[in-house]
């Protein structure tokens, strides 16, 4: 070693040339988005000069008169990723929990293993299943169930054909499960045992334990995790296709279809044969990297407002 040291000499220049390496990584980070976003709002100029911001207002989507608005496809992208959210983030605390708290050490490893291959399945396999178990289901006894116990919720009305919004959200919590399970296991095996018996030292019972031993102070890392599977719900494209309906129009009920930014932009892309047409679904592209840039950010402001000052306390 110390021959190789002597031999190399002061390794100023191989510092310099790391460190410049290193910026160069960081930097291309920056050069990335700033080119999707320049291609993005370059091939949409002219949706942009005929609608301007009206785009991301009207809610008339129209590609033979030629009458282009972005709200339905808005409202069904953040419906979804937000119900989809409102059923994954539950089940992949409880089974962090289990895994991480209570599961026997044998059964440990499988179910972990089981729980990271789901977030590996591709989305396609993830669609073919929704229509051919869970469309039935939904429509002969989930969707009957919701209608007579709370229909008067309002949420559960109209025809239900099996496909729409709610069978396309309960495909995505599927998928974002394992995303949101993993991290937050990882999160929670993080916290010092010593946090745990403290706890316990205390005359704690088991669930006292989690949520004041573990969950307090884990919770940043885990609405890290619910940040990042909300990402994947809001980009999610081929599965949403195939069960959510594919129609432009803001949904009066979980039961009715819906569009999103991703479905949209998968469907007409080949059939778009104006420039118009073209230009304006790439306007919605357009939309969806600020919906997910916008949200994203608002997600980020929770996380501070909720650990302002509370940092030292975490893990």
Same mark, same amino acid.
């Given at each position: 070693?110390?021959?190789?040291?002597?031999?190399?000499?002061?390794?100023?220049?191989?510092?310099?040339?790391?460190?410049?390496?290193?910026?160069?990584?960081?930097?291309?980070?920056?050069?990335?988005?700033?080119?999707?976003?320049?291609?993005?709002?370059?091939?949409?100029?002219?949706?942009?000069?005929?609608?301007?911001?009206?785009?991301?207002?009207?809610?008339?989507?129209?590609?033979?008169?030629?009458?282009?608005?972005?709200?339905?496809?808005?409202?069904?992208?953040?419906?979804?990723?937000?119900?989809?959210?409102?059923?994954?983030?539950?089940?992949?605390?409880?089974?962090?929990?289990?895994?991480?708290?209570?599961?026997?050490?044998?059964?440990?490893?499988?179910?972990?293993?089981?729980?990271?291959?789901?977030?590996?399945?591709?989305?396609?396999?993830?669609?073919?299943?929704?229509?051919?178990?869970?469309?039935?289901?939904?429509?002969?006894?989930?969707?009957?169930?919701?209608?007579?116990?709370?229909?008067?919720?309002?949420?559960?009305?109209?025809?239900?054909?099996?496909?729409?919004?709610?069978?396309?959200?309960?495909?995505?919590?599927?998928?974002?499960?394992?995303?949101?399970?993993?991290?937050?296991?990882?999160?929670?095996?993080?916290?010092?045992?010593?946090?745990?018996?403290?706890?316990?030292?205390?005359?704690?019972?088991?669930?006292?334990? /989690?949520? @004041?031993? *573990?969950?307090?102070? &884990? %919770?940043?890392?885990?609405?890290?995790?619910?940040?990042?599977?909300?990402? =994947? #719900?809001?980009?999610?494209?081929?599965?949403?296709?195939?069960?959510?309906?594919?129609?432009?129009?803001?949904?009066?009920?979980?039961?009715?279809?819906?569009?999103?930014?991703?479905?949209?932009?998968?469907?007409?892309?080949?059939?778009?044969?104006?420039?118009?047409?073209?230009?304006?679904?790439?306007?919605?592209?357009?939309?969806?990297?600020? /919906?997910? @840039?916008? *949200?994203?950010?608002? &997600? %980020?402001?929770?996380?501070?407002?909720?650990?302002?000052?509370?940092?030292? =306390? #975490?893990?």
């Amino acid at each position: 070693m110390r021959r190789f040291l002597e031999q190399r000499g002061s390794g100023a220049v191989a510092d310099r040339t790391f460190a410049a390496l290193m910026l160069g990584c960081a930097l291309s980070i920056f050069a990335i988005v700033a080119l999707i976003l320049g291609i993005l709002i370059l091939r949409s100029r002219l949706s942009l000069h005929e609608f301007g911001f009206k785009f991301f207002l009207q809610s008339d989507w129209d590609p033979v008169r030629g009458s282009f608005g972005a709200v339905p496809f808005i409202w069904g992208t953040l419906a979804s990723a937000f119900l989809s959210l409102l059923i994954a983030v539950p089940l992949a605390l409880g089974v962090a929990i289990f895994i991480n708290e209570m599961c026997p050490r044998a059964l440990r490893a499988p179910i972990a293993f089981l729980t990271e291959l789901l977030a590996a399945i591709p989305s396609v396999v993830y669609g073919l299943w929704a229509i051919f178990v869970l469309v039935p289901i939904m429509r002969r006894s989930v969707g009957p169930f919701l209608k007579t116990f709370f229909g008067w919720t309002g949420l559960f009305r109209g025809p239900n054909f099996g496909i729409g919004l709610l069978t396309s959200s309960i495909i995505l919590a599927i998928m974002v499960l394992p995303v949101i399970s993993s991290i937050a296991r990882d999160v929670m095996k993080a916290v010092p045992n010593t946090q745990r018996e403290g706890v316990l030292a205390l005359g704690a019972t088991r669930w006292e334990m /989690v949520r @004041i031993g *573990v969950l307090r102070n &884990a %919770r940043i890392g885990i609405v890290g995790a619910v940040i990042l599977g909300l990402g =994947r #719900a809001l980009g999610e494209t081929m599965a949403v296709t195939m069960v959510i309906g594919n129609h432009a129009a803001i949904p009066k009920s979980l039961f009715s279809p819906a569009y999103t930014l991703a479905s949209v932009i998968a469907n007409e892309f080949t059939e778009a044969t104006g420039d118009l047409y073209l230009s304006a679904l790439i306007e919605i592209g357009l939309a969806l990297f600020l /919906v997910t @840039i916008v *949200v994203n950010a608002i &997600a %980020r402001l929770l996380v501070f407002m909720v650990t302002r000052g509370n940092t030292a =306390r #975490a893990v």
